[in-house]
């Protein structure tokens, strides 16, 4: 027993909440969470719930339907579909390899990134891993604010983030405790769906305390019946002896499809133990197929009786052998299999025969065989993504229990196995153990796999025992104390080490990555509310471009906002004086100098690129402005021409 002194209340008791408590432990289905007069959500009684709960009969009350439902619902969805004003611009200094590298490091809140991110990801990837919060009430969720209107999202989205989108504690005594996790989680999930492709899956890590909510959530989100599998993780050896009741060593992979029946097969690579421990035999096959394993040919009592399954077959010794009830192969099957040596004959104590298959290691092309993914992963432990930061970074306290990379790169090797182009995110990154992941099996398989990470600039505690390491090795790196930045950082060190061990020949290397900040729109306010500004701001704001920002940012907003790849290479050209960027040679061109002449025009429209975009207010005179578009229309006239 502590102690400590038990405290006084200094209140008198709330008898109402008391009650409730008390009908609770006796009723837990018919209490429930419910905002009183004062607009703050305590528990409350289901009472048409608990007059059925003490009745014989349907009682009358509101019509009945499977859903899921909790205050703050609807708020939820307007968050998830409002519009913001904002943009990503380039951090160069911070990134690796900016102009080659198809990787992704986002900066920003993730509803927002998620958000910018609809036209230019749409569709497009493949498998997305999640590590959110677990809600455990000791750790945080994000405080977002709810948009009234589109109106008034834009005024509020193109301020500083100081007072919205914070996270905050989510203590489970705060009367919103699952409330407000799911508000957290829906809005994601619901924008991370639109971006899967049709064959995408997506992973959830969760444990206990919300995975009730978050297999409701998710049924809502991707249906119920593209629902794949709970993979469960055994995360730790054993232990426990601070346990109550039961020792927990696992964790879940919620797995839910886009569209399951667009998934195919799913097979990995056998790993070099189950080789060790099943591959034990060889024949004469052996160097070309390998070892073997053998399977029962006696067929399992499930098996419909049939007849035909039921004959003697000859065996080394002259005798024959018949099945206690009847083969797995027809006569045929096993003629042939025989002829072929395919069937493995083991001499019993009692002095008969058992038959079985051979399933060789490598089939008639020399591929090595696959096999099914176990929904239990195990061998790979909490403690392993503690020695990685020790690995990396020196100290594990520099970021605490992060997922270990081999656990998230199963995964990734799971889904895109047989898509090495494939593009993954994660809008939960963490110490970007996917990135991480990503990474190593590109090594292993020369794959050309794209991450996309995001992690929000969540401030350190320096006067947190468990950040204050965190917080003392970004001073040392000079860096912002932030998780972003002790996430940039691992990648960066993963990618060394990696690229020091051994990797495949033809990889190409790429464990780079670009890093985008999120910020208010680089248009300023007189862009999105023409109608609202007199003729003295028109006057002052030729221009509707923030003088802070640089031409390279406004590029990446017009890849935003035109659905363009924001990898893509990017090239740039002095063209007659002025500053020309060609993404991807001719996939979209911009210039966003002042002066521009019909000459240069003519000259970028002989280029014929997909797109083009100028500066509004960055032609020569009024008649280069006007003539544009039919310069374009004559010399290239597939050219789609836009103005910011």
């Known amino acids: 027993m502590s102690d400590e002194i038990e405290k006084l209340k200094m209140h008198s008791p709330d008898l109402t909440q008391e009650n409730i408590a008390k009908i609770r432990a006796l009723f837990p289905g018919c209490v429930t969470e419910a905002a009183g007069e004062d607009g703050k ?47 990503l611009r380039p951090a160069r200094d911070e990134s690796v390899d900016f102009d080659t590298t198809q990787n992704l490091f986002i900066e920003s809140d993730n509803l927002e990134a998620l958000k910018l991110l609809q036209e230019t990801y ?73 971006l899967l492709t049709e064959d995408g899956v997506v992973f959830v890590s969760i444990d206990d305390s919300e995975m009730h909510n978050l297999r409701k959530v998710c049924d809502e989100i991707f249906g119920p019946e593209n629902f794949i599998d709970n993979v469960i993780w055994k995360k730790r050896y054993g232990g426990g002896a601070k346990e109550r009741h039961l020792v927990s060593i696992h964790e879940y992979a919620l797995m839910y499809a886009r569209d399951i029946n667009s998934v195919p097969n799913l097979y990995v690579p056998l790993g070099e133990d189950s080789i060790q421990r099943y591959y034990k035999n060889q024949d004469e096959h052996f160097e070309k197929k390998g070892p073997y394993r053998t399977h029962p040919l006696e067929a399992m009592k499930s098996f419909e009786d049939r007849p035909n399954l039921n004959f003697g077959v000859k065996a080394p010794d002259g005798t024959e052998v018949w099945p206690k009830r009847q083969w797995r192969w027809s006569k045929d099957r096993m003629e042939q299999a025989l002829a072929e040596g395919e069937v493995h004959f083991q001499k019993a104590k009692d002095g008969g025969w058992t038959l079985s298959s051979k399933q060789y290691l490598r089939d008639e092309s020399g591929e090595t065989r696959a096999s099914k993914f176990f929904s239990i992963v195990d061998g790979v432990y909490t403690q392993h993504g503690t020695n990685e930061m020790v690995g990396i970074f020196g100290d594990a306290q520099v970021f605490s229990f992060p997922k270990p990379t081999e656990f998230v790169r199963r995964l990734i090797e799971l889904i895109t196995g047989d898509d090495k182009e494939a593009i993954i995110l994660d809008f939960f990154a963490g110490s970007s153990a996917t990135a991480h992941a990503s990474l190593l099996q590109n090594a292993l398989d020369a794959g050309e796999r794209r991450f996309v990470m995001i992690q929000l600039p969540e401030e350190l505690d320096t006067e947190s025992r468990t950040q204050k390491v965190a917080a003392k090795f970004c001073e040392g790196l000079n860096v912002p104390h932030n998780i972003a930045e002790i996430s940039k950082e691992r990648i960066r060190r993963a990618g060394q080490k990696i690229l020091e061990g051994e990797c495949h020949p033809d990889w190409n290397k790429d464990v780079g990555f670009r890093v985008l900040k999120i910020d208010s729109s680089n248009m300023a306010d007189v862009f999105y509310t023409p109608d609202q500004t007199s003729q003295a701001d028109l ?47 001719t996939a979209l061109m911009a210039c966003f100098d002042d002066g521009i002449s019909e000459d240069l025009v003519k000259e970028l429209a002989g280029h014929a690129p997909m797109r083009i975009v100028f500066k509004d207010t960055g032609f020569a005179n009024d008649q280069t402005k006007i003539n544009v578009r039919q310069i374009f229309k004559a010399m290239s006239p597939e050219t789609e021409v836009k103005a910011i």
Do not use: C
């Open 122 to 194: 749409l569709g497009k990837v493949k498998m997305i891993y999640i590590d959110p919060p677990y809600n455990t009430g000791n750790d945080f969720v994000y405080d977002d604010d709810f948009a009234e209107s589109s109106e008034i999202f834009f005024d509020l989205s193109q301020q500083t983030d100081e007072n919205k989108n914070k996270l905050v504690a989510n203590p489970e005594g705060s009367g919103r405790f699952h409330s407000n996790w799911l508000d957290m989680i829906y809005p994601r999930l619901r924008l991370a769906r639109n």
């Open 539 to 585: 006057l002052s704001r030729v221009d509707n471009i923030k003088p802070d920002r640089t031409a390279e940012d406004l590029l990446f907003q017009v890849l935003l906002d035109w659905g363009v790849d924001l990898t893509l290479p990017i090239r740039r050209e002095t063209v007659q004086g002025k500053t020309v960027f060609f993404v991807a040679e």
């Open 41 to 87: 959500l305590r528990l409350a009684v289901d009472f048409d719930q608990l007059r059925q709960e003490l009745s014989e009969s349907i009682v009358e009350g509101p019509q009945e339907r499977y859903h899921l439902n909790w205050p703050g619902k609807r708020e939820a969805l307007i968050t998830a579909n409002a519009p913001i004003a904002k943009t």
